[in-house]
């Protein structure tokens, strides 16, 4: 059995292609977005994950030490930092380098040696999520200019 495409079934085809790949997409972007990142020494993981909220977990040597604990920010007023989050873009970079103490000190200089992870977010905010060859950290960066009331 042969089919003929005319001008008209090539159309119908063209523009149920374009429907199914632009539904794909779109289940895509609305599926939950995960990071990880490693610490220096690759002892410790972290996953990050943004769903309706945003939920982090650590490891350390595979084994899991927190799981799913939630990272958020509310305030008094406008939109809360963590609430059904939207990422615009993310980076990761490595940092090494030195602390020089400004008091005199036998350890006057400290290694600074972690992984980062900096993810913009939609609302005028960042997160950043730092592995530690000895722990992890994360913080929450306000772009917008305005006083809030946590």
Same mark, same amino acid.
């Given at each position: 059995?042969?089919?003929k ?25 609305? =599926?939950?977005?995960?990071? &990880? /990142? +490693?610490?220096?020494?690759g ?6 994950i943004?769903?309706? *909220?945003?939920?982090?977990?650590a ?12 990272a ?31 008091? =005199?000190h036998?350890d006057? &200089? /400290? +290694?600074d040696?972690?992984?980062e ?8 905010? *960042? ?17 917008a ?6």
């Amino acid at each position: 059995m042969k089919l003929k495409l005319n001008n008209k079934n090539y159309q119908i085809m063209k523009n149920l292609l374009l429907t199914i790949c632009c539904f794909k997409f779109g289940l895509c972007q609305m =599926a939950a977005q995960n990071f &990880d /990142i +490693k610490s220096p020494d690759g002892h410790i993981q972290l996953k990050v994950i943004n769903s309706d *909220k945003i939920s982090w977990s650590a490891s350390l040597n595979g084994n899991l030490i927190i799981e799913k604990a939630e990272a958020g920010m509310d305030f008094s007023s406008n939109t809360d930092f963590g609430s059904n989050p939207k990422v615009k873009s993310h980076t990761i970079k490595n940092v090494s380098q030195n602390i020089h103490a400004v008091v =005199a000190h036998k350890d006057s &200089d /400290i +290694k600074d040696e972690y992984t980062e992870l900096s993810i913009t977010y939609k609302g005028n905010y *960042k997160l950043n999520f730092r592995a530690y060859n000895d722990g992890v950290a994360y913080q929450f960066i306000d772009e917008a200019k305005e006083k809030r009331d946590v």
